[in-house]
């Protein structure tokens, strides 16, 4: 496999900006949630965390998206969202942005899944996503990034082009599989649900040494932004994401990708094969 020498126009980095647009299934929410760890009531849900995580679909992704302006993202957005909120999903895609499938919701983690499920889980994903937006996801992003031994061999079955859940390397690589070349694209180290705990300033921050430091390295490089709809979609942190992408469209040595257009130029560089 060749190795990558480059991007678009002779630019040092790729940036990738993705936005999560998730939800919980009934009787579920995010264990992180501000009052999550407070809540030893087994059985009894705990209304002020799911509400927490609504925020995302009601409120948050309507901010990011004008936050993004005309830069383009990837769009995590689990199934349960496209269900119960078609308009909001159809609203992204017809924005410009690429929806990849996100599980069917955030507590179905592909791990603890069977062969079975997980193939129709995927299958449903796909469906709900395909009928809101008229277009097929080629990208997938397991909830925690925490897929099994059988899903790369089932995405590449369903014709996915690429999956977010790997980290061992900076740059994109190509899987083999039981059904072709699946690409794999490093999720970030810095998410919002992780690193805002150092407080907003310090999160923005962040994002702009790790982008000097890329532009100042050898290259080529990889720059994930990675945020979540119910997360840095209110206003402060909605704030320093602005000024993230500020930074971004200031360098002038950036090609900002979406993750299918990363993925295919991968496949158009590298081949078909590792």
Known sequence: MRAITGWPGGRKVAALVTVALELWSPGHWPAYAPMAAAWPLSGIDDTHSTSWADYGVTTGIWRLLDVLGDTTATVGVSGLVAERHPETVLAVHEAGH????????????????????????????????????????????????????????????????????????????????????????????????????????????????LLDQLLAAPGPGVFHLTVHAHVAGRPLLAGMVGQILDHIRASGDVWVATHAQLAAHVLAHQGSTP
Do not use: F, K
């Open 98 to 209: 690429e929806t990849a499938a996100h599980s069917w919701a955030q507590e179905v983690v592909p791990a603890l899944l069977d062969i079975d499920a997980e193939r129709t889980n995927i299958r449903r994903c796909t469906d709900v996503l395909g009928q809101v937006t008229g277009v097929r996801p080629t990208g997938w992003m397991s909830p925690r990034a925490t897929g099994s031994a059988h899903t790369d061999d089932l995405l590449a079955e369903a014709g996915y082009r690429w999956t977010g859940d790997h980290g061992d390397h900076d740059l994109p690589r190509i899987l083999s599989t039981a059904h072709g070349p699946l690409v794999s694209l490093m999720h970030s180290d810095h998410s919002d649900v992780r690193d805002t705990s150092a407080g907003p300033y310090a999160y923005r921050d962040l994002h702009r040494e």
